[in-house]
């Protein structure tokens, strides 16, 4: 791999505020930030002196910082955007999401996921945990592994007769199996970027045995385990009637707590549940579009960064948002919790935090900062293309990045130094809109059949 060099960039280190580097320089080696700043600069001379290879990147008037992460998004879904507005989360779940995704092959699974990953990067997004669908993940793999994004998924695991429709539902031991079988196949895979996790969908889809079991692997073999949690009052009320427990608390109960564990919402939670979340190390993943759009609530985000739980970003399902864009999901965790408890609520920094450092140790990637011996997951921002100029008003680039600015004043996006994502440039991972609308198409015809 030919060394990149990245100079003359501000610099966006995100390991402390004030870790900002104007004219700044990064060098990356076989995928990993080798030296910053002037060492990057003798390296990079030291290896043109040599007659060796140097890939030069003079991002003059660029911002560089770390890709983002986002911890909560359905690929799956990404097919299935634009469809009913104005539901609640169950109504909508049954009969728009579940019955779309019960109607994927492994041909409309591979071009849903295409399209999400295509504009996860061209969003300046590095990194994704993802919860995937019942059947033909393989599909999700192949085509993450052809997007060069980081991505850990898995099989939505959901087997309860009673809560699922059939044609959304596999056994328990069935559901567990097919796990491992993706891990065999897809675990460490395309130099350890794609990776498997146990993702029961939520306590309501699941039976007592198959999170009991999920749990259990997940800790025996080291994985993370993805599901929602107390996303709506609804649910809530439904696993308290099912196990005589609020929701965060009887997943404790199941084993589905600790660092290795992302709850995506987790927005009706009491004070016990709080508690448990902060003693365990468990992640919150916020979802403020989401939650909006489905009238699910406003997670207490500032309250539980305060009792030491880590909250991370993501954009959910395209259906629900109807966008992938950590850009509107910043603006929105940061702008959110202002109307509750005032400006100072939650600063520019924190959000881009969550969305970079925060997200990256929560998936445990070798991610999240721009500092030496991390992966080189890159984002080239320009300031100057669209509207989010002066920019100059103050020192540090934390606001504009949250308030002003959106994808598209992304130039580039870098996964291990890899270049996945030009502005401006060909991008054959995102589908044709014929390619869309054939798949939409099918996803359409057999809806109708399952339904007779
Ligand atoms: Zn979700």
């Given at each position: 791999?030919?060394?990149?060099?990245?100079?003359?960039?501000?610099?966006?280190?995100?390991?402390?505020?004030?870790?900002?580097?104007?004219?700044?320089?990064?060098?990356?080696?076989?995928?990993?930030?080798?030296?910053?700043?002037?060492?990057?600069?003798?390296?990079?001379?030291?290896?043109?002196?040599?007659?060796?290879?140097?890939?030069?990147?003079?991002?003059?008037?660029?911002?560089?910082?770390?890709?983002?992460?986002?911890t909560?998004?359905?690929?799956?879904?990404?097919?299935?955007?634009?469809?009913?507005?104005?539901?609640?989360?169950?109504?909508?779940?049954?009969?728009?999401?579940?019955?779309?995704?019960?109607?994927?092959?492994?041909?409309?699974?591979?071009?849903?996921?295409?399209?999400?990953?295509?504009?996860?990067?061209?969003?300046?997004?590095?990194?994704?945990?993802?919860?995937?669908?019942?059947?033909?993940?393989?599909?999700?793999?192949?085509?993450?592994?052809?997007?060069?994004?980081?991505?850990?998924?898995?099989?939505?695991?959901?087997?309860?007769?009673?809560?699922?429709?059939?044609?959304?539902?596999?056994?328990?031991?069935?559901?567990?199996?097919?796990?491992?079988?993706?891990?065999?196949?897809?675990?460490?895979?395309?130099?350890?970027?794609?990776?498997?996790?146990?993702?029961?969908?939520?306590?309501?889809?699941?039976?007592?045995?198959?999170?009991?079991?999920?749990?259990?692997?997940?800790?025996?073999?080291?994985?993370?385990?993805?599901?929602?949690a107390?996303?709506?009052?609804?649910?809530?009320?439904?696993?308290?009637?099912?196990?005589?427990?609020?929701?965060v608390a009887?997943?404790d109960?199941?084993?589905?707590s600790g660092s290795h564990v992302v709850l995506?919402?987790v927005?009706?939670t009491d004070g016990a549940e709080r508690a448990l979340l902060a003693a365990r190390g468990t992640t919150v993943a916020h979802?403020?579009?989401?939650?909006?759009?489905?009238?699910?609530?406003?997670c207490p985000v500032p309250e539980y960064r305060a009792q030491g739980i880590r909250v991370t970003i993501?954009?959910?399902?395209?259906?629900?948002?109807?966008?992938?864009?950590?850009?509107?999901?910043?603006?929105?965790a940061?702008?959110?919790p202002?109307?509750?408890l005032?400006?100072?609520a939650l600063s520019?920094w924190d959000v881009?935090r969550m969305?970079?450092a925060e997200g990256?140790s929560a998936?445990?990637?070798?991610?999240?900062?721009?500092?030496?011996?991390?992966?080189?997951?890159?984002?080239?921002?320009?300031?100057?293309?669209?509207?989010?100029?002066?920019?100059?008003?103050?020192?540090?680039?934390?606001?504009?990045?949250?308030?002003?600015?959106?994808?598209?004043?992304?130039?580039?996006?870098?996964?291990?130094?890899?270049?996945?994502?030009?502005?401006?440039?060909?991008?054959?991972?995102?589908?044709?809109?014929?390619?869309?609308?054939?798949?939409?198409?099918?996803?359409?015809?057999?809806?109708?059949?399952?339904?007779?």
């Open positions: 791999m030919i060394p990149l060099f990245v100079e003359n960039a501000l610099v966006v280190g995100m390991t402390k505020v004030s870790d900002v580097t104007a004219g700044g320089h990064v060098l990356v080696e076989d995928g990993v930030i080798t030296a910053l700043h002037g060492d990057a600069e003798r390296r990079a001379r030291e290896i043109a002196a040599a007659g060796q290879p140097l890939e030069r990147l003079d991002a003059r008037g660029l911002w560089l910082l770390p890709g983002f992460v986002q909560h998004i359905h690929l799956c879904q990404a097919l299935l955007r634009n469809g009913p507005d104005d539901l609640p989360l169950l109504p909508w779940l049954r009969t728009h999401v579940w019955p779309g995704e019960a109607a994927h092959d492994e041909a409309t699974l591979e071009i849903s996921a295409r399209l999400g990953l295509a504009e996860l990067l061209a969003g300046g997004t590095t990194a994704i945990l993802d919860m995937g669908t019942v059947r033909h993940t393989d599909a999700v793999f192949r085509a993450a592994e052809a997007s060069g994004l980081r991505v850990t998924s898995g099989n939505a695991l959901m087997d309860d007769p009673a809560t699922n429709p059939e044609n959304l539902r596999v056994g328990t031991a069935e559901s567990l199996e097919e796990v491992e079988r993706l891990a065999k196949k897809w675990h460490g895979t395309a130099d350890g970027k794609l990776r498997v996790a146990y993702c029961p969908r939520f306590a309501v889809s699941c039976t007592d045995r198959l999170l009991r079991g999920a749990a259990a692997r997940a800790r025996a073999n080291g994985f993370l385990v993805h599901t929602h107390s996303e709506n009052a609804d649910e809530v009320a439904l696993v308290m009637q099912r196990t005589g427990k609020r929701n009887y997943l109960d199941v084993g589905i995506a919402h927005i009706h979802c403020p579009s989401s939650n909006l759009k489905l009238a699910s609530g406003i993501g954009a959910d399902g395209a259906p629900c948002n109807d966008r992938l864009d950590a850009f509107t999901e910043m603006r929105l940061a702008l959110l202002k109307v509750r005032g400006p100072g520019a881009v969305a970079t990256a998936l445990r990637l070798p991610t999240g900062t721009l500092e030496t011996g991390r992966r080189a997951d890159l984002l080239l921002l320009d300031p100057g293309s669209g509207f989010a100029e002066p920019t100059t008003w103050r020192d540090d680039p934390y606001g504009p990045i949250v308030y002003s600015m959106d994808r598209s004043h992304v130039v580039a996006t870098f996964v291990d130094g890899i270049s996945r994502y030009r502005r401006g440039a060909s991008f054959p991972l995102k589908p044709s809109s014929a390619e869309i609308g054939a798949a939409v198409a099918a996803l359409k015809r057999r809806r109708l059949e399952q339904k007779r």
